[in-house]
């Protein structure tokens, strides 16, 4: 399966959530470790939706980048 995911830089590092698995979250040091540990989080997130018999919701979410005018 493929996820969308959404990477932010902040102050100290980055972070990482899935829009399509709720509190699916990982931070990082940089863009390379966080998408290592959001890859790690969604496996864990997953296998621990099945264990607990839940739905494991299919990706949905999708993602554009858009320009604009900015003054």
């Given at each position: ?31 390379e ?9 969604v ?29």
């Amino acid at each position: 399966m493929k996820y969308m995911v959404v990477i932010e830089k902040g102050a100290t590092g980055y972070g990482a959530h899935v829009p399509d698995l709720p509190g699916c979250i990982a931070v990082g040091d940089t863009k390379e470790e966080v998408i290592q540990l959001i890859r790690e989080a969604v496996e864990f997130h997953i296998d621990g939706l099945r264990e607990a018999g839940e739905p494991v919701p299919a990706p949905s979410s999708v993602s554009e980048i858009i320009e604009v005018n900015a003054a």
